[in-house]
């Protein structure tokens, strides 16, 4: 199991936990973030600014900080 | 008769608007950008879309994820939802057929609140063009509602959802809000729109490796960045090259009408009042609506295209640094049109400490009303060098995006309170700008500009007149005239204020004047300095010629480099625009915010153009 943040750019994972406050979590969910679920890697910005992934046909920009708290099996 | 509301309510992007125009005959604009809608819009559905006796009207509600609000537009949704003055029992869930999964959650916190559902299928072409078909049927057995495609491109389908609407039956008893939901539930809930998802569409759709192949180079790490300014670039460049040549059309037809005025009415006072309060006002200000429109254009493109959320995604690691998010990217980018529309778009923003620090620097962002200003005082500095004139610009479109940074800095440095702050932004997939549809937007957003300004430009421009002109009107001399009338009376009372700017009363009435909106400044100097005397076959070249000749009483020259980079300073940072206050007192629900944010914008503006103007004389 290991971070989003350490996903090479095009690697696929299977979320396993996201460890955000409650807050974030939800709004996650809503975008299809979700334990349980695939996620891939898309693109990934210089300078650890914000990455892509792709969660089932919807894709999300989101920050290190909260990449960081997605916890996922490789596939 | 009873007015039914009935509500659009959606995720962001969804389609709400599109179909809102559909079924109110509005031309509501249309962006490809999450949350581009803030405010509820309302209109009676068509005629020819119900019977006589029904009366429905719909709201269309900025997009929501779910009815558990995280930001000020999604308030806007649920406020309304369940606000009495509204009365809503029937809702439409405009649902994105590409994205069921993540949308079903929202039709059971609709359901579960009780009201009656039916929900509206759109980007419905994708699957068409890929022959692939969502099964609707069984959708709307899954779902527990009425389904209807809606077609956005050509309307199709609406009578259906129409009649759909009309055949729900009436409510046991008013929607209430439901409790808030715990998280395992939501999750629950995803994970059943994930088996409905699949049980409906089965096939893949391919529109979404196009826009992940665009992105490969629009969001490179290397190419990302560099097309991004370069879009910046363009975008602000074409202003000042793209309008140029409309310009001096609208230009010369306006010293050709005052030319045809003073033939028919000859030089007595009425001809006077029509040439040098009306045309000469009206016509500096509106010479620059070429390049207002062009600008309106460039933003329309990319509203349309899905590039504006990619644009939020690149700069939100730099706007992290002074305390923004990439979510105040595009409210920031629609302050260079107007910081009106600007500011509503910051409800958008998470966040309540980057909200406040947007709302504090967007009317830094050079508006359109300073492109007037801007073109006069530039025009004077670089009489025939269009290179230097252009480069000045930039700089000062330049300068205040520094000064609005550098504040925000600042301002989140002194702030020590913390809000909870994320960026998560869903890219919408790519779609080709149409041109009909950018050119119905901007024409729309130019019209409503003219309409806004010109009567304000309007009537100044003949108070000026009036003021300039009396009590001594039958005075041939035209600087005696002034020298002696009722403006001259409260403006020389004023001028130990402008003097350290290095102007004289006149201008300090036309800076005063500009209040009521910045361009204004532009029509009192042309009405003060009596433009149409000069038998220039151009109203601009007429003031200029007027200011290069302006002195004081002492015989100097009023404009000098030092005093119109002065000038320029102050209107690259003062806070000059009664719209802005009253927007900003509204949004931030806080009159203190509005008047701190007035009194030190402009207080910093004249303190700045002094000092620029004792450095440099």
Known sequence: MVKLTELATGAEGQIVDITSENLVRERLLELGVAPGRGLRVVHRLPLSGPMVVQAGSTFIALREFEAETIWVELV | ?617
């Open chain 2, 1 to 617: 008769m009873n007015i039914e509301n009935v509500a659009l309510v959606g995720t962001p992007n969804s389609g709400k608007t599109t179909l809102f125009n559909w079924l109110t005959g509005r031309k509501q604009k249309v962006v490809n950008y999450p949350g581009s809608t803030v405010d509820i819009s309302m209109g009676p559905l068509l005629e020819n879309l119900t019977l006589p006796e029904q009366k429905i009207q719909i709201l269309d509600t900025p997009g929501t994820y779910s009815l558990f609000a995280k930001s000020q537009d999604e308030e806007v949704t649920v406020q309304a939802l369940f606000d009495e003055q509204y009365q809503i029992r029937k809702v439409v869930v405009v649902l994105d057929s590409t994205q069921i999964a993540r949308q079903v959650h929202l039709v059971r916190q609709l359901q579960e609140a009780g009201f009656a559902v039916v929900v509206a299928v759109t980007m419905h072409d994708l699957h068409r063009r890929e022959n692939s078909e969502v099964n609707l049927q069984h959708l709307s057995a899954q779902l527990g509602t009425p389904v209807c495609p809606i077609d956005g491109v050509l309307g199709g389908g609406v009578k259906d959802l129409v009649s759909a609407i009309e055949k729900l039956g009436p409510l046991p008893k008013p929607p209430q809000m439901p409790p808030k939901w715990a998280l395992t539930h939501l999750q629950e809930i995803f994970k059943e729109g994930v088996r409905i998802a699949e049980s409906v569409a089965k096939k893949k759709l391919t529109v979404f490796n196009q826009t992940e192949k665009l992105d490969r180079v629009l969001l490179h790490p290397g190419w990302g960045p560099l097309i991004f300014v370069f879009v910046m670039l363009f975008l602000f460049s074409s202003i000042y090259w793209a309008a140029a040549p409309a310009m001096d059309f609208v230009d010369a037809s306006f010293a050709q009408l005052a030319e045809t005025t003073k033939f028919y009415l000859g030089s007595g006072l009425l001809s006077q009042f029509v040439t040098d309060g009306v045309i000469s006002g009206l016509g500096a200000v509106l010479v620059f609506v070429p390049q207002i429109f062009i600008l309106f254009v460039g933003i329309s493109f990319l509203e349309d295209s899905g590039y504006l959320a990619r644009a939020a995604t690149l700069i939100d690691k730099p706007l992290s640094k002074i305390g923004l998010n990439g979510k105040a990217f595009v409210p920031l980018l629609s302050g260079f049109a107007c910081a009106v529309p600007a500011m509503m778009a910051a409800r958008s923003i998470n966040s309540t400490k980057e909200k406040w620090l947007a709302m504090f620097i967007i009317p830094f962002m050079t508006c359109s009303a300073r492109l007037p200003v801007y073109a006069l005082l530039i025009g004077f500095l670089f009489v025939d060098n269009s290179f230097y004139a252009g480069l000045s610009l930039a700089a000062l479109y330049l300068g205040a995006v520094i000064v609005g940074a550098v504040a925000s800095a600042l301002l989140n440095k002194i702030v020590k309170v913390k809000t909870p702050s994320f960026f998560l932004l869903e890219l919408p997939i790519y779609r080709r700008p149409q041109a009909r549809v950018v050119l119905r937007n901007s024409v729309k957003r130019t019209k409503a500009y003219i309409v806004k300004t010109a009567p304000i430009i309007l009537v100044l421009s003949m108070a000026l007149w009036v003021l300039s002109t009396f009590p001594n009107y039958s005075e041939g001399d035209k600087a005696v005239r002034l020298q002696s009338s009722y403006i001259s009376k409260v403006g020389s009372g004023l001028e130990p204020v402008f003097t350290p700017m290095g102007v004289d009363w006149r201008v300090g009435v036309g800076l005063i004047t500009a209040f009521a909106a910045r361009e204004v400044f532009v029509s009192s100097l042309a009405v003060m300095f009596n433009v149409t005397d000069e038998d220039e076959d151009s109203l601009r070249e007429g003031l200029l010629s007027q200011m290069r000749n302006a002195t004081f009483a002492d015989g100097t020259p009023i404009f000098t480099v030092a005093s119109v980079v002065s000038l320029l300073i102050f209107f690259m940072l003062a806070l000059q625009c009664i719209s802005t206050v009253a927007t900003a007192r509204q949004e931030m629900r806080s009159t203190r915010f509005a008047m701190v944010q007035l009194v030190s914008m402009n207080l910093i503006a004249y303190v700045l153009a002094v000092l620029a103007h004792s450095i440099m004389s």
